[in-house]
């Protein structure tokens, strides 16, 4: 009866919490639906729904090597720049980092047939081609997020006499044994991805957010009670509330891209296996010479440690760092602790390789 009559004093303080807040507080709150990629920006390049975003400097000296963001096909590119003292490119510029970001954008049906080997052997390399024209340097730095590191990785390798100064991969999954869920999804003959591509054309987003959401069934009611207990706290309800709709704003992924992510990627895990191709040239991760940082979350649900944590043994550098921060997938990158771990790691191993 104790336990009854506590968790109703519980329930009861939260509602209190809930009505005690202001209508202008509440209005404020949703105005936050447009409060994100605020760090000044121009395009400077588009190709069908991708965008090539060059971010105004703010520092009278740059470093002379820029660096270009590879985002994740999946994700949208804001959890990069959710806001202002929220945001990795704004502290990348700050640093004195020339900083581009390929956006990737949202894939209507008549992108359907894009591969990796699109992405990889053609849209890179002309937006690396693009940012050359706009700086006047033929090197940059590419910093891949998630599988947006795992792309930069295979241009890399496929393009070794390209002009990569150095390549960051952050949380980017590896080895698909690592992830045991997604892998059994691949392995399932239910899970017929040809059939759903077929069907479809892109896989939407809605489906991808499902998947995810798989990993850790109970994490939205988690913290949406986590809300509901800070419901006087302004700065921890706009936080959470970027992060909640960053994360239910799923991109859908090509149909192409799709097949070869469950077909090679997870369910026969080729990349790890030396066994990928792409456009037909088999892709090896030895032949990626330049310095190398990859950065791990410790506690990781979509890419685990176990999925992630072998990629530098597979870089053929001499110059490479594995770091495993504390944090998750999302907020490794964005959280607020992201200020302190990640984006210092990132910008000081930089800066001595771009001069």
Not at 6 to 27: P, Y
Not at 117 to 145: H, Q, W
Not at 160 to 165: E, W
Not at 322 to 341: M, P
């Amino acid at each position: 009866m104790s336990s009854q009559i506590d968790a109703d004093d519980k329930i009861q303080k939260a509602v209190e919490k809930v009505l005690s807040r202001n209508i202008d507080g509440l209005k404020h709150l949703d105005g936050l639906a447009l409060d994100h990629g605020v760090t000044p920006k121009d395009t400077i390049y588009s190709r069908g729904s991708m965008k090539l975003y060059h971010y105004q400097p703010v520092c009278d000296e740059i470093y002379r090597v820029p660096v270009v963001l590879v985002m994740s096909l999946i994700n949208r590119y804001y959890i990069v720049d959710l806001a202002p003292g929220q945001s990795f490119v704004e502290y990348l510029v700050a640093q004195g980092f020339d900083v581009y970001l390929i956006d990737w954008g949202l894939p209507r049906k008549e992108h359907s047939h894009y591969r990796f080997d699109d992405y990889v052997n053609n849209f890179i390399p002309d937006c690396l081609d693009k940012v050359a024209e706009d700086c006047g340097e033929d090197e940059v730095s590419l910093i891949g997020y998630c599988l947006g590191g795992i792309m930069a990785s295979l241009y890399t390798a496929l393009t070794p006499d390209n002009k990569v100064a150095n390549l960051v991969a952050i949380a980017s999954p590896i080895n698909t044994e690592g992830m045991p869920l997604y892998k059994s999804w691949a392995d399932n003959n239910t899970f017929d991805i040809d059939k759903i591509v077929d069907q479809l054309g892109n896989i939407p987003g809605g489906m991808i957010d499902s998947m995810i959401q798989a990993l850790r069934p109970l994490q939205k009611t988690a913290g949406r009670m986590q809300m509901l207990d800070n419901a006087s706290d302004d700065k921890f309800l706009e936080a959470h509330y970027r992060f909640e709709r960053w994360a239910s704003d799923q991109v859908p992924i090509v149909g192409g891209a799709a097949r070869q992510l469950f077909q090679d990627f997870l369910r026969d895990n080729k990349l790890m296996k030396g066994e990928l191709e792409i456009g037909g040239e088999a892709v090896d991760l030895k032949k990626i010479l330049a310095p190398f940082l990859h950065i791990t979350a410790v506690h990781d649900h979509i890419v685990p440690t176990a999925a992630s944590q072998e990629l530098a043994d597979l870089i053929g550098s001499e110059d490479k760092t594995e770091i495993a921060l504390k944090g998750g997938h999302v907020s490794l990158i964005a959280g607020g602790n992201a200020v302190f771990r990640l984006w210092p790691q990132v910008a000081n191993w930089l800066a001595e390789r771009s001069l």
